[in-house]
């Protein structure tokens, strides 16, 4: 084959990936927030997670909490003294973004032979959805950056993470003592809103 030839496919394949992008092969910004939330819809672990779109690579939050007890036994016409009096604690927290890419290429014939035809995208999207969040959630809870697996050794996940408060079962099956040793463990100002609180078990 000519080098004609070979330039003439290399331009080809050029105008067919040009199409593909400017056709809605890649995602616009909007379409990217609507794949994100469909992405934390389909996982149980990102729905309890804070969600914050990131402008860049690294960016810095205020925290604001009341961890203490607030209320003191009060006097008519007398102020609170001023040692029993509540501060917030407020802190920082800093967001480093992590890059992740996944891909998935269809060919023309793929996209017009499918019995679903035009449905086809929205079906891949949300078998998409489905699979990145069971990622996500495996490397939130497993992630080690000193994990043997690439993927895994991208972060410090959850269980990596947790150095003090840990309660360990042992080898022992899931039992409401070994949830309920899991509670003593908690810092008192974490057990002051049962009612938000909730425990994450695998299926």
């Known amino acids: 084959m000519s080098r004609i030839d070979n330039r003439a ?18 995602l616009q910004p909007a379409q990217a927030q609507k794949f994100m939330r469909l992405l934390i819809k389909q996982s149980v672990l990102l729905q309890q997670c804070t969600v914050v779109p ?5 960016q ?3 925290k604001l909490k009341f961890g203490s007890r607030i209320l003191r036994p009060g006097q008519e016409a007398t102020a609170v003294p001023a040692a029993q009096r509540v501060k917030p604690d ?5 967001l480093d ?20 035809r035009g449905e086809l995208r929205q079906t891949l999207m949300e078998m998409l959805a489905d699979a990145i969040s069971r990622d996500m959630e495996e490397i939130l809870v497993n992630g080690d950056t000193a994990s043997a697996d690439p993927f895994l050794a991208t972060l410090d996940g959850v269980l ?5 408060n840990v309660v360990d079962a042992a080898g022992a099956p899931i039992s ?14 974490h057990l002051r809103d049962k009612s938000s609180m909730g425990f994450l078990l695998p299926a």
């Open 160 to 164: 990596k993470q947790a150095t003090s």
């Open 176 to 189: 409401k003592d070994v949830l309920g040793d899991l509670l003593k463990s908690l810092p008192s100002e």
């Open 90 to 94: 407020l802190s920082q927290v800093e």
């Open 9 to 26: 496919l290399l331009e080809k394949a050029d105008l067919a990936l040009a199409d593909l992008t400017a056709g809605g092969g890649i």
């Open 60 to 62: 810095q939050f205020s």
């Open 54 to 58: 990131m402008a860049a690579p690294k």
């Open 97 to 116: 973004a992590k890059l992740f890419k996944g891909e998935v290429r269809l060919s023309d014939e793929v996209l017009e032979d499918s019995i679903e």
